[in-house]
């Protein structure tokens, strides 16, 4: 080993000594007049142009003539050709043989001879490191490349962690090996949509198209269709159709918030605002934070309960801990809770809404979500409710004091207040804004019969 250094040395002492060399020779010479010539040149050139243009005198002009002609023929009295600067022999000596046996020898004391080489491209072109569960999820891809459902499952958790076109590339191999269920196609094609940054191209509407073919009901496939239309400019036709898929929709689909919001958006732009709609997301006016979408959870299905869990529970924890680095990530924690949420954590889920509502006070929509996750699951509302809920249900009544779902919460404070006749009358609101087909109709007659006159 200490040969093979020796020998890089003296590579690299002769090196220096060539690339020296050019120095020692003190006989260069350089051309001064040559320059000089030039600029005498240029100068007779402007003053000509002046002459002309009437910005100088004559005689001026042909003093400055006859001093620029004697700088010329002085330059003849010197000699043409001089001698360049001798370098420092010393000084040449230090440059090719002192510093690099310098460096050398600080290397030898100093340095790693042993370590093994790390190109730049290998330090840098190295592949994004995994989760156990991805990994996991690779494996069984690799022991198992013809099982539609380990493609599926390998996408589901490639989708989630962001790459997209990774997801699409598993979902294709998924589809060819004889995945041609709706869910995986509109999987497919919603993974080839935000491949292409969120954008509906060719590709991705035949894979949508295909996923209606199987099921004309499927959610997903419906709605990005009806966002294709939007961004080709046709917002009537997705109006239209978002407003029939939101017929079809379960009142607790996960998805109902993004498409009420896609609704809202779409109105507004028609000229057309307060079409129906219903939940948080829909009333306050903001833009909520989407919920597991319906691939989503489709692709979850296709993991075994024990990979669907730990994927879900790594994804949630290393939320969590990034806020604790980044306590002031507002859409963080409202992802946090939302998750929370989607995991049955109703105490986590409080405490992260908590958290958005003291970042985001004048934010309607997240001090909507707050106190819904304060009253969550109680069945005690009659009766009672936490002092934090009467504070944000303040604050939403502040912010928008016709907001339909504020003033229902409001009600029920009027209630739990004794206050029945404020009460009936903020219900009365409410009814006055939800459309005649409304389902929540039914059951908020039932709050205001139940109200002692």
Not at 117 to 145: I, R, T, Y
Not at 405 to 410: E, F, N, R
Request: hydrophobic share 45%.
């Amino acid at each position: 080993m200490i040969l093979v250094w020796l020998v890089f040395a003296a590579m690299t002492l002769a090196t220096a000594v060539l690339l020296a060399l050019p120095l020692f020779y003190t006989r260069k010479v350089k051309n001064e007049s040559v320059f000089a010539l030039a600029v005498y040149r240029d100068q007779m050139l402007e003053l000509g142009r002046d002459a002309e243009a009437g910005l100088i005198a004559p005689d001026q002009a042909k003093s400055a003539q006859v001093e620029i002609e004697r700088r010329v023929l002085a330059l003849t009295e010197s000699p043409q050709w001089q001698p360049g600067r001798a370098p420092s022999h010393g000084l040449l000596i230090t440059a090719a043989v002192a510093l690099p046996l310098l460096g050398f020898g600080l290397y030898l004391m100093l340095g790693e001879p042993a370590l093994p080489g790390q190109p730049f491209v290998a330090q840098h072109m190295q592949p994004a490191s995994v989760s156990a569960e991805l990994a996991a999820l690779e494996a069984d891809v690799a022991a198992k490349p013809t099982d539609a459902k380990a493609w599926v499952a390998l996408a589901a958790g490639y989708d989630a962690v962001g790459r997209a076109q990774d997801a699409a590339t598993a979902y294709g191999k998924a589809v060819a090996l004889g995945a041609e269920d709706a869910a995986t196609l509109a999987a497919f094609g919603q993974a080839q949509l935000i491949a292409n940054r969120g954008e509906m191209n060719d590709n991705a509407a035949a894979t949508f198209r295909r996923a209606l073919a199987v099921d004309p009901s499927n959610p997903t496939a419906r709605f990005f269709l009806a966002l294709g239309k939007a961004q080709a400019g046709d917002v009537e036709g997705a109006l239209t159709d978002w407003m029939a898929l939101e017929k079809d929709t379960p009142k607790d689909a996960p998805w109902r918030a993004t498409l009420e919001e896609h609704i809202a958006k779409a109105a507004e732009r028609l000229g057309k605002p307060g079409l129906p709609g219903s939940g948080a997301a829909a009333v306050s006016g903001g833009a909520a934070t989407p919920g597991p979408s319906a691939v989503d959870i489709a692709a979850a299905e296709s993991m075994t309960p024990e990979q669907r869990q730990a994927f879900v529970n790594d994804m949630v924890g290393r939320l969590a801990e990034k806020l604790k680095a980044n306590p002031d990530d507002l859409d963080g924690w409202v992802r946090l809770a939302r998750a929370y949420q989607v995991l049955q954590r109703s105490d986590d889920s409080r405490a992260a809404w908590a958290k958005a509502a003291a970042l985001a006070p004048a934010r309607l929509d997240i001090q909507l979500d707050y106190a819904d996750a304060i009253v969550a699951g109680r069945s005690d509302l009659d009766r009672y409710l936490p002092p934090e809920f009467v504070e944000a249900v303040g604050r939403v009544r502040t912010l928008d004091p016709k907001n339909p779902l504020g003033l229902y919460y409001g009600g029920l404070v009027a209630r739990v207040a004794g206050n029945t006749e404020e009460a009936r009358r903020l219900w009365t609101e409410v009814l006055e804004q939800l459309p005649p087909d409304a389902p929540q109709r039914a059951e908020l007659r039932k709050e205001l019969d139940s109200l002692q006159p």
